[in-house]
């Protein structure tokens, strides 16, 4: 157990909920044109609550007394994030007015991903919390495009391969310019017609990319094949295996692990670990087994910050990752079993074997009197 040492960064997670009134934003909020929604500092109010729950968000970092030293796992810095959303958004306008993509800005983007997470080795990358409707499209893409290089620099991809994937994964979709709005937010049941719509961006897709300067073609089968699966049920050419090419098998995972923890009209995301859980029943039937394995490796359970239940009783909030286990991680316990507060310490779950997390909690628990 290691004492603790005073840091500047406080960020705890926290749902959404009336009872942030008060708290203090632990990081800014980006709108969806790159502008702060929300500024890090920022005392929460009932309408800023009610403005971010408006807009999809479920989670933020608020910054308190239990978080301090506690940082987000980010495996991307903000400017690189910036510079993806940046390419993406005018990959979108291009195709929009058909006018050739700038290829260079997306491979530039895809390679500076490339660099942050080549810098990150050993990162346990944590699949976005704080994400809302508006953003989806920007935020999807940039995690599938991270996961994707993850399993691609772990599975021996060099170079240009990690280029030419990291390129064919941000890009994945956007053959969807071609379904209309009303069709991809409909927030109940799509019909066969509709369903049909949808399923053709995987072609309209490859169509978009293979005819671009700069995009390769194995790029653009990211585009095409992200939807087919292992088993041969997928789309749009029911391909079995190895039928299917690696970058759209590694595309693939990424993509099914963010597409559950993403918010969309018809239903909430699940939270890391029930992703984790999903992912992991799809291995070596839908999904190839060798990347989910990677991936189950590679992705957070519990994010810090989050707070969490032992099965002892006691409160903790997760205050970094294991670098050996993704599902046991360095927790800071707060109270007691009787959920009496306690002078803070930290404890490593992954050589603690007898304690186990039982529940992620929504909120600080109130002492008893």
Same mark, same amino acid.
């Given at each position: 157990?290691?004492?603790?040492?005073? *840091?500047?960064?406080?960020?705890?997670?926290?749902?959404?909920?009336?009872?942030?009134?008060?708290? #203090?934003?632990?990081?800014?909020?980006?709108?969806?044109?790159?502008?702060? /929604? /929300?500024?890090?500092?920022?005392?929460?109010?009932?309408?800023?609550?009610? =403005?971010?729950?408006?807009?999809?968000?479920?989670?933020?970092?608020?910054?308190?007394?239990?978080?301090?030293?506690?940082?987000?796992?980010?495996? #991307?810095?903000?400017?690189?994030?910036?510079?993806?959303?940046?390419?993406?958004?005018?990959? $979108?306008?291009? #195709?929009?007015?058909?006018?050739?993509?700038?290829?260079?800005?997306?491979?530039?983007?895809?390679?500076?991903?490339?660099?942050?997470?080549?810098?990150?080795?050993?990162?346990?990358?944590? $699949?976005?919390?704080?994400?809302? $409707?508006?953003? +989806?499209?920007?935020?999807?893409? /940039?995690?599938?495009?991270?996961?994707?290089?993850?399993?691609? /620099?772990?599975?021996?991809?060099?170079?240009?391969?990690?280029?030419? $994937?990291?390129?064919?994964?941000?890009?994945?979709? @956007?053959?969807?310019? #071609?379904?209309?709005?009303? @069709?991809?937010?409909?927030?109940?049941?799509?019909?066969? *017609?509709?369903?049909?719509?949808?399923? @053709?961006?995987?072609?309209?897709?490859?169509?978009?990319? =293979?005819?671009?300067?700069?995009?390769?073609?194995?790029?653009?089968?990211?585009?095409?094949?992200?939807?087919?699966?292992?088993?041969?049920?997928? +789309?749009?050419?029911?391909?079995?295996?190895?039928?299917?090419?690696? +970058?759209?098998?590694?595309?693939?995972?990424?993509?099914?692990?963010?597409?559950?923890?993403?918010?969309?009209? +018809?239903?909430?995301?699940?939270?890391?670990?029930?992703? =984790?859980?999903?992912?992991?029943?799809?291995?070596?039937?839908?999904?190839?087994?060798?990347?989910?394995?990677?991936?189950?490796?590679?992705?957070?359970?519990?994010?810090?910050?989050?707070?969490?239940?032992?099965?002892?009783? *006691?409160?903790?909030?997760?205050?970094?990752?294991?670098?050996?286990?993704?599902?046991?991680?360095?927790?800071?316990?707060?109270?007691?079993?009787?959920?009496?507060?306690?002078?803070?310490?930290?404890?490593?779950?992954?050589?603690?074997?007898?304690?186990?997390?039982?529940?992620?909690?929504?909120?600080?628990?109130?002492?008893?009197?």
């Amino acid at each position: 157990m290691a004492a603790l040492t005073p *840091e500047v960064t406080r960020l705890r997670l926290a749902r959404l909920s009336p009872r942030l009134e008060g708290k #203090i934003l632990g990081n800014t909020i980006p709108a969806a044109d790159g502008s702060a /929604l /929300l500024v890090a500092g920022t005392i929460l109010t009932l309408s800023f609550v009610r =403005r971010l729950q408006s807009k999809g968000y479920r989670f933020v970092y608020v910054d308190d007394d239990v978080s301090s030293g506690i940082e987000p796992d980010e495996a #991307i810095d903000a400017q690189t994030r910036s510079r993806a959303f940046e390419a993406l958004r005018g990959s $979108l306008k291009c #195709i929009a007015e058909r006018t050739p993509i700038d290829s260079g800005k997306v491979t530039e983007a895809v390679e500076c991903i490339v660099d942050n997470i080549k810098q990150r080795a050993g990162i346990t990358f944590s $699949l976005a919390t704080i994400r809302t $409707l508006d953003e +989806y499209t920007f935020v999807h893409s /940039l995690n599938v495009c991270a996961l994707a290089i993850i399993i691609g /620099l772990e599975s021996g991809l060099l170079g240009g391969q990690l280029t030419g $994937l990291g390129v064919g994964a941000l890009l994945h979709d @956007v053959g969807k310019v #071609i379904v209309p709005l009303n @069709v991809l937010n409909k927030p109940n049941g799509l019909t066969p *017609e509709e369903m049909a719509l949808v399923k @053709v961006h995987t072609l309209e897709g490859f169509q978009i990319l =293979r005819d671009q300067p700069g995009i390769s073609l194995l790029s653009a089968h990211v585009a095409l094949q992200h939807h087919e699966r292992m088993d041969g049920t997928g +789309y749009p050419r029911g391909l079995y295996g190895e039928e299917i090419h690696r +970058y759209a098998r590694i595309a693939a995972v990424a993509d099914v692990m963010d597409a559950l923890t993403s918010p969309r009209p +018809y239903r909430t995301g699940v939270l890391p670990d029930q992703a =984790r859980r999903v992912v992991a029943s799809l291995a070596g039937n839908q999904l190839d087994e060798t990347f989910v394995d990677i991936i189950l490796r590679r992705v957070c359970v519990f994010p810090s910050g989050s707070l969490i239940r032992l099965s002892s009783g *006691e409160t903790a909030v997760v205050s970094r990752q294991s670098p050996t286990d993704p599902a046991r991680p360095v927790i800071r316990i707060l109270t007691d079993r009787a959920g009496r507060t306690v002078a803070p310490y930290e404890m490593a779950l992954d050589i603690n074997p007898e304690a186990h997390i039982k529940a992620v909690l929504d909120e600080l628990p109130s002492s008893p009197a």
